[in-house]
């Protein structure tokens, strides 16, 4: 190989490297610009940390679950089926008992119409399926389906 072939050739590998190091830094710097202006439209653009502020933002916007006390009591309507999970507290009235979940909010239950199960406990673990009957002042569920003790 001539001595003028051998710096042709570097010179164009040169050359090429030179122009995709420039390539490189322009889109770098125009993604870079993108990020300044606010969020890239695309959210696939998204940085892992950007990910999770931005997750967080809309988790601090949401309402409580529904298959909490909480959640029923700001959220349910009359009529809306609900499962939760707690304990039974006390005794209200004949077919009327306090059921607390998990975080210690509570409401009324009520048994009436369908039997109370005999080995209802309290202060011990249940999954309730009920319905809503009020949500006005004070919230009410009426018991459909509790499950044997867990």
Request: aromatic content about 14%.
């Amino acid at each position: 190989m001539s001595t003028s072939n051998c710096y042709k050739t570097k010179f164009f590998k040169n050359l090429a490297l030179s122009f995709f190091s420039i390539v490189l830094f322009t889109n770098c710097v125009k993604a870079h610009d993108d990020r300044i202006n606010g969020f890239p439209k695309n959210p696939d653009e998204l940085s892992f940390l950007e990910n999770i502020k931005h997750h967080q933002n809309l988790k601090d916007k949401m309402p409580p679950p529904p298959n909490t006390v909480k959640g029923v009591k700001e959220n349910a309507k009359e009529g809306d089926y609900s499962l939760l999970r707690g304990v039974f507290t006390r005794k209200l009235e004949k077919y009327i008992f306090e059921f607390k979940d998990e975080k210690g909010d509570s409401l009324e239950v009520s048994f009436e119409g369908v039997q109370i199960p005999l080995d209802l406990t309290f202060n011990y673990p249940y999954f309730l399926w009920g319905c809503v009957l009020e949500n006005d002042e004070v919230t009410v569920i009426q018991a459909q389906f509790l499950s044997p003790k867990l």
